[in-house]
């Protein structure tokens, strides 16, 4: 482990593996709460609150508990469970530090915890055989490159709101053709590392 290794994981993890633009992975929240920045911003940072702490514990939990006693195979439902746990936790300090983020957000908060792309951090980071610090860095980089996602895109829409539209593009259908513009543009990224 040098450096450059973790400075590759954390630019692969921000820019060429995005898992909202490269893998389409939570793509619930990143359609459903992009209508505003201010809202963006704000499940950017309970998703990148969620996903640093989850990758984290769920590596612990692999290393200490699932690998020590055979139990690899409930591997899946472990790292569930942490994740709804911490989703709990961020959804009590939003509630009780943010009651108009709180209701902004919706029924996207809970679903935090079905969001595919925490999941998915922490079984890659398992597969990909990281230590405790890559991990760390992984979870974290893909965490931010999810928040930079999900709040250009939600910059897109809201200037597209004031755009003139035609009417059978306006709503959904805009918004889907913004998301896949912007998936090819960060494809560019993927000679970078």
């Known amino acids: 482990m040098t450096f450059g290794s973790l400075f590759v994981i954390l630019v692969s993890g921000i820019l060429v593996n995005n898992y909202v633009l490269s893998r389409n992975l939570g793509i619930c929240p990143f359609l459903g ?4 920045v201010e809202t963006a911003f704000g ?5 990148t609150f969620v996903m640093t702490l ?6 612990l939990v692999q290393t200490f508990i699932l690998n020590n006693l055979g139990l690899a195979y409930m591997q899946t439902v472990s790292f569930i469970l942490v994740i709804a746990a911490l989703v709990q936790f ?4 939003i509630q009780k530090s943010s009651p108009t ?3 902004s957000l919706g029924v ?13 951090v922490a079984i890659l980071n398992i597969q990909q055989e990281y230590n405790l610090i890559e991990t760390i860095i992984n979870s974290a980089a893909s965490a931010i490159g999810f928040s930079l996602a999900i709040v250009l895109f939600a910059g897109i829409r ?4 004031l755009s003139d539209i035609p009417e059978a593009f306006k709503g959904f259908p ?3 053709f913004t998301a896949s513009l912007m998936s090819m543009a960060f494809m560019g990224f993927a000679g970078l590392v």
């Not at 499940?43 to 998703?47: D, I, K, L, P, Q």
């Not at 989850?54 to 590596?59: L, Q």
Request: charged share 10%; with cysteine.
């Open 54 to 59: 989850a990758g984290t514990i769920t590596y």
């Open 174 to 176: 805009i918004a889907l």
């Open 158 to 161: 809201e200037r597209l709101e």
């Open 108 to 120: 996207y908060l809970p679903l935090i915890t079905t969001n595919c792309a925490v999941l998915g």
């Open 43 to 47: 499940m950017g940072m309970a998703v």
């Open 33 to 36: 709460v992009s209508k505003q």
């Open 101 to 103: 983020l709180y209701q």
């Open 90 to 93: 961020v959804e009590m300090v």
